[in-house]
């Protein structure tokens, strides 16, 4: 048999090429979930569903895919049945500009949702506008996408970062204490929530100790928290999501900083606690949204429908954040009878979202002025565990949307609509 | 500060030995087969999630001694079906081929055990700080040090007294001649192969224990494991070591003084170590030391 040898064609060059091949494995484009028919009215969904959000964006599609069910089993839009269509950003703004053009062009989808990342959300933005397409954004919180650069065809779903912020500073600071460390994720939305925390320490009159800025993707936080806990802050607050949230959590207990300091934070999700072993469910947080509520009309059905879907796991807030943004598109066009954007949009300044769809206590509705959804904000404590295996969250108040939102005016968003 | 500084250099050491882990592994390949494998961090990835799934049945320790050899196993298949055709060829067919593997590795664990990360408990006394000043010094990172350092040493001896070890570190300088002797090359890489690829499985079942278990979680130990080859030398194993706990330090530093660039600071040093020495630090062509 003969043997083939391959002679030594590797240095030192080819590897520094591997290498940085090897960065571009973080950004590059896999694969495309879609799902084509033959039905009329089309609307795109934008979310990375490769990359660490993976988990989250899976929920948006959960939540998406049952509401465009629901739609259709009702006669669906204008009597047309919807159907949806699924791109992959893979966690890159290239990448997801390009897939909303495709969308757009290509494929004629008449409304976009999309994307969990602010970064992407922002700039698929700047393409629904200029396209002329109703968008709804479901999971991207920074700021300025109903802020300075809101834009009359895009609403939000989920909560801006000044309202994360607001729904808990208060509590943190009565009951934790006025001195306050940062450990903040470096991109668009990590920024803006602690420029909103810092803002409002500030005005209660606390200190900050320090702001730890932690690339996205940082595995190992271990010289971030000898900083922090050398600072002896009363508060070490953790503003990373996803992956980021779970590596952090996981070693602060491993290293004991939660039982000399109080751990704490804004937004926290399910698909965070439940990545992380029952020691490390710690803190005070808010959630968007909670699957367990006393006495909320439809909720039990909602959570029953998902449930059917994904082999009994809960609806999280992303789930919720899917559902509603499909949804909003439906009841907004049957009710106006148009599938015009510029009509749509109009219309949504002030809708209120029905009980069956807001699965919340208080009143929910798209703010006019800024083209943000007044949700609740879910202000609790993380439990190790619960009556169900998926109960991590003990909420002890839900605080409504327009109590958490800054007025209209502070948020820098000046609405120009198409003549 | 001078506490800052002296917590900093050795939790970066400590953060090194990780890195030195998967380095080794990648180097070993790389030195004898000459690929470039990307999909490392993919089998890191394996070896975690294949300890997850039994250590409901093995335990904690069962799963550490059962899932990097079994990542290994797969790895062997890996090798024989897809990169052992490509031997033959120009290297970028298997860099190519491990690069598009990464990928399906991530969506298959992700297919497999969902894109929503699990969780891995560990001993509960592997789970303390040592004292309450050393609070980054926990039972667990300890123990993680010490599995790397008897790693290191077995995977030494391996290649200075063992048959296989010499054949390795031979096939190294060169591959024809030692199949002209008459050793079965194609075993040996084969062998080669699986001793790395344990490696990232050992890694990986580590890895698991310190941070969250999801599929994407081998990408970002898998470029620092580059560059520690790179700032060591390109064949030269010590080297890599070398560099493994150079970079653990310099990103640790960077963290106190310039926390921005705790991820950058690692590129720079690769790139100063390329200016003043272009090898590596202990690199010479084709040289295992």
């Known amino acids: 048999m003969a043997t083939t ?13 591997g290498a940085a091949a090897a960065s571009a494995l973080q950004v590059a484009s896999p694969f495309i979930i879609a799902a084509r028919g033959e039905t009329p009215i089309r609307i795109g969904m934008v979310d990375p569903f490769t990359g660490v959000y993976a988990a989250v964006a899976q929920n948006e599609l959960i939540g998406a895919k049952l509401a465009v069910e629901q739609i259709n089993a009702k006669g669906g839009v204008l009597g047309r049945p919807i159907e949806l269509l699924v791109e992959d950003s893979a966690n890159d703004v290239g990448t997801g500009v390009q897939k909303t053009r495709k969308l757009i062009e290509r494929d004629q989808v008449s409304f976009i ?29 920074t700021d300025s996408i109903t802020g300075k650069d809101c834009k009359w065809n895009v609403y939000r779903v989920c909560n801006t970062t000044r309202m994360e912020a607001n729904s808990v500073t208060d509590l943190l600071f009565s009951k934790y204490g006025k001195k306050w460390h940062f450990i903040t994720p470096d991109y668009a939305f990590g920024h803006t929530l602690y420029d909103a925390c810092a803002a409002n320490l ?21 010289a971030y928290l000898i900083k922090a806990r050398a600072a002896n802050p009363d ?47 710690i803190g005070i947080w808010m959630f968007e949204w909670y699957w367990k509520q006393p006495n909320t009309p439809h909720l039990a059905e909602f959570v029953a429908d998902v449930r059917k879907r994904t082999n009994g796991k809960v609806p999280t807030a992303r789930t919720w954040f899917g559902f509603t943004s499909v949804h909003t598109y439906a009841l907004v066009a049957n009710r106006e009878k148009t ?12 809708f209120e979202l029905p009980p069956e769809i807001k699965l919340q206590p208080n009143k929910v509705y798209y703010r006019k002025g800024d083209h943000q959804l007044m949700t609740s904000a879910f202000v609790g404590e993380a439990q190790s565990k619960g009556s169900d295996p998926e109960d991590l969250f003990q909420v002890n108040e839900i605080v409504a949307g327009d109590k958490t939102a800054p007025p209209v005016a502070d948020t820098g968003c000046t609405l120009q609509w198409p003549a | 500060m001078t506490q800052l500084l002296v917590f900093n250099i050795t939790n970066g050491l400590i953060i090194g030995t990780f890195y030195v882990l998967m380095a080794l592994g990648l180097s070993l390949i790389l030195n004898l087969s000459n ?56 290297p970028l067919y298997s860099l190519l081929l491990t690069f598009g593997l990464a990928f399906i590795i991530e969506d298959g664990t992700r297919f497999i055990w969902g894109a929503q990360g699990k969780p891995v408990t560990i001993p509960a006394f592997l789970a303390q700080p040592l004292s309450y000043e050393f609070f980054f010094i926990t039972g667990y990172r300890l123990f993680m040090v010490a599995v790397v350092l008897f790693i290191v040493a077995l995977l030494f001896l391996l290649l200075r007294y063992t048959r296989l070890g010499i054949r390795i570190r031979a096939g190294t300088l060169d591959l024809e001649t030692v199949s002209a002797l008459g050793v079965n090359v194609r075993t040996l890489r084969s062998l080669n192969f699986a001793v790395g690829i344990y490696l990232a499985g ?54 106190v003084f310039l926390p921005a660039a705790s991820e950058a600071i690692m590129y720079v040093l690769m790139a100063v170590v390329l200016l003043i020495r272009p090898r590596g630090l202990l690199g010479e062509e084709g040289m295992m030391t």
Not at chain 2, 206 to 227: D, H, K, R, Y
């Open chain 2, 35 to 90: 690929v470039i494998n990307f999909a490392h961090g993919g089998f890191l990835v394996i070896g975690g999630y294949i300890a997850y799934t039994i250590t409901p049945y093995v335990g904690f320790w069962g799963a550490l001694l059962i899932a990097p050899p079994l990542t290994a196993v797969i790895g062997l298949a890996v090798e024989r079906v897809l990169i052992r055709p490509l031997y033959g060829r120009d």
């Open chain 1, 5 to 17: 040898v391959a002679h030594h064609l590797f240095d030192r060059r080819t590897v520094l090429k």
């Open chain 1, 202 to 222: 500030k005005k209660l009159g606390g200190t900050i100790t320090g702001n730890e800025l932690t690339p996205l993707g940082t595995s190992d936080f271990s």
């Open chain 1, 113 to 141: 949702v999309g994307d969990v990342n602010s970064g992407i959300a922002q700039a698929i933005a700047q393409v629904t506008a200029e396209k002329k397409v109703l968008h709804v954004v479901s999971g991207g919180h």
């Open chain 1, 339 to 350: 599938l015009d954007a510029q009509k749509l949009a109009q219309a949504l300044g002030d």
């Open chain 2, 202 to 255: 050992l890694s990986g079942v580590l890895a698991a224990g310190q941070l969250g278990l999801e599929p994407t979680m081998g990408a970002g130990v898998l470029m620092p494991s580059f560059i520690a080859i790179i700032v060591g030398g390109v064949g030269s194993l010590t080297g890599t070591l070398l560099g493994g706990l150079l970079i653990g330090v310099a990103s640790g530093l960077a963290a």
């Open chain 1, 235 to 281: 508060v070490l607050l953790l503003l990373p999501q996803g992956s980021d949230m779970v590596n952090c959590l996981k070693q602060i207990v491993q290293f004991g900083i939660n039982k000399q300091i109080h751990v704490a934070g804004t937004q926290q999700e399910l698909e965070s606690l439940e990545s992380l072993p029952p020691e490390a469910r």
